[in-house]
Structure formats: C-alpha cells, structure tokens
C-alpha cells in the first residue's frame, strides 16, 4: 500500500472518528436533562451503540497516523507533529472519558447536568482545530 493510500484511509477514518466524538456528547446532554425512563432507554441503547461504533474507528486512525508516522517517516523529527501527537493523545483520553461518562449513565450515578455535557462536547472541536493547525500550517 502506498503512502497515498494510507494517508487518505486515516483521514477517512479520523472524519468518522470524530463524527462520533461529536455526537455523543450530544447524546449525553439528552441524557443528562431526560428523567423519562423510556427516552432514558432509547438514548442510553443510542449511546452504546455509538460507542461501540466509533471505537474501531478511532483504533484504525490511530493505528494508520502511527503507520505514516513510524512506517515512513512523516513528520518525524518535527516539533508540529510532536504537538500533534500530544493532542492525538488528548483525543484518545476524551474518548475513554466517553466511555467513563456512558457508564455512569448506564450505573445512574451521573452526577453532570446538561450544561456540563455541553462544555464537554466542545472539547473535541478544540483539539481538532489543534491537529488541523498542525497539519495544515506546521507552524514550527
């Protein structure tokens, strides 16, 4: 395969990533104003579901930018993609946060209300625009 290939699979991938990413902290902030069991129910079976989704899809983008990165070389050395890296692992860490919070739903010990969740689904936003910077503009 190609460097070509494996960059567009990974953008591929990282795009799907973060469609979930987006989401399901808006699946949470449902959650967290609902006290309907039946909507409960619903948003709780969206939300694994989801989960369960994006999860393999965050392992192929991870498993391809370190492919680019350690297979050939890009941007090895470079202090932009080590800021990349950094927030990639930031990413990473929301990610298992999603799934913190999930069980929590799941257990009915969340104690965030919906403002909260609403801040937090922001947090994705803000590091993408971090990676992007990096990647686009290499400003290092």
């Known amino acids: 395969m190609t460097v070509l290939w494996v960059k567009t699979l990974h953008i591929l ?13 808006r699946i949470y902030v449902n959650l967290a104003q609902t006290a309907d069991p039946g909507a409960r ?29 350690l297979g050939w070389g890009v ?10 890296l950094a927030a990639v692992a930031a990413l990473v860490a929301y990610h298992l946060l999603c799934l ?16 909260y969740f609403r801040w937090f689904n922001e947090i994705p936003v803000l590091l993408l625009l971090l990676i992007l ?8």
């Open 100 to 115: 913190a919070a999930l069980r929590r739903f799941e257990r009915g010990s969340n104690t965030h209300g919906h403002r």
């Open 13 to 25: 991938f990282v795009v799907a990533w973060f469609a979930g990413l987006f989401y399901l902290p």
């Open 133 to 140: 910077a990096m990647v686009v503009i290499k400003p290092f």
């Open 41 to 69: 129910a619903v948003l709780l079976g969206m939300a694994r579901r989801l989960y369960r989704f994006m999860t393999p899809l965050a392992v192929l983008a991870v498993l391809l930018g370190l492919w680019l990165y």
């Open 75 to 84: 941007g090895r050395g470079q202090l932009w993609m080590h800021v990349k």
